[in-house]
């Protein structure tokens, strides 16, 4: 009976480690060529700005701001990075439309907040974040919008950054503009 649970434990042990190094599906585009995303990756990095910095060039720009908030010891937030943020699209919308901020939110270095230098751990604290990784998306102002918890695939985000650079938060829930873009991407297809 002890060797048939300690091979059941071993085989979850793998399964878990195997299922986390998997690489995403490009659920985007599953018809590209290979080149051509190759060629996307090495044409688009994604430019972090530090909480303080990016802020101040935010509203100098007048951007939207995505604050992503993680930890080192982070699974969930290394499958974003992987996942998510090296997404040619995704990164592309970042970069034209977003200035991109990334917070440890376990970190003792310091930012500049109302003057003051505060740990990027009290960044955290302040925007309420419990558990990683947590995106917060922000008016050029720095005025707050919302939070998305959580892991965040690729067609998401892009639905979420879409929603937030054309300024529908105000007008309609994100809800009622995912159903506007699908409804216009089967419409088209038709």
């Keep these: 009976m002890r060797k048939y649970a300690i091979a059941i434990a071993i085989f979850v042990i793998a399964s878990f480690l195997g299922m986390h190094s998997l690489p995403a599906a490009d659920t985007d585009s599953p018809q590209n060529d290979k080149k051509e995303r190759s060629s996307e990756k090495k044409d688009t990095s994604l430019t972090w ?82 558990a990683y990784p947590m995106t917060w998306f922000l008016k050029p102002s720095g005025e707050r919008i919302a939070p998305k918890s959580g892991y965040c695939g690729a067609d998401e985000f892009l639905y979420i950054l879409n929603w937030v650079k054309s300024d529908l938060y105000d007008k309609m829930s994100f809800q009622q503009f995912v159903e506007q873009e699908q409804k216009k991407a089967k419409s088209g297809k038709e």
Excluded at 70 to 81: L, V
């Design 49 to 130: 700005y530090k909480y303080d910095e990016g802020l101040a060039k935010a509203q100098k720009e007048k951007k939207h701001v995505m604050v992503h908030f993680y930890a080192t010891w982070c699974g969930w937030c290394k499958r974003m990075d992987a996942n998510t943020f090296s997404n040619p699209q995704v990164r592309k919308v970042l970069n034209e439309d977003f200035v991109s901020i990334r917070v440890n939110g376990q970190s003792g270095e310091k930012v500049k907040v109302d003057g003051k230098d505060i740990p990027e751990s009290r960044v955290a604290g302040s925007y309420g974040v419990r």
